[in-house]
Nanobody, 124 residues
Framework: QVQLVESGGGLVQAGGSLRLSCTATGRTFSGYAMGWFRQAPGKEREFVAAISPSFSSTLYADSVKGRFTISRDNAENTVYLQMNSLKPEDTSVYYC?????????????????WGQGTQVTVSS
């Protein structure tokens, strides 16, 4: 069992930055692929970014490529999402997730454990 807790959300103006954190407790964090997803009201949960257990691979949605950066600190059991040049359309609840394997890194069905989410609101 893995428990995930996100933090770092908030209200920011367009063009601003936020850094989300997700801290894991429970089973060995370093063995899991970690992903960030987001869900706006009335929309499906969508993939944002993922990082492999070994740090060797990262994956981004086209909508955030070049603006967001995912990283992880296995010693701290934490995954981060640095979000720059934020846009109003980035407004969502952001969730982190943990899963085994990398083949379905961009698919929410590839993840077993989920955090409770943190709200990000970008004003225009």
């Amino acid at each position: 069992q893995v428990q995930l807790v996100e933090s770092g959300g908030g209200l920011v103006q367009a063009g601003g930055s936020l850094r989300l954190s997700c801290t894991a407790t429970g089973r060995t964090f370093s063995g899991y692929a970690m992903g960030w997803f987001r869900q706006a009201p009335g929309k499906e949960r969508e993939f944002v970014a993922a990082i492999s257990p070994s740090f060797s691979s990262t994956l981004y949605a086209d909508s955030v490529k070049g603006r967001f950066t995912i990283s992880r600190d296995n010693a701290e059991n934490t995954v981060y999402l640095q979000m720059n040049s934020l846009k109003p359309e980035d407004t969502s609840v952001y969730y982190c997730a943990a899963g085994i394997g990398w083949v379905r890194a961009a698919d929410k069905r590839g993840y077993t454990y989920w955090g409770q989410g943190t709200q990000v609101t970008v004003s225009s």
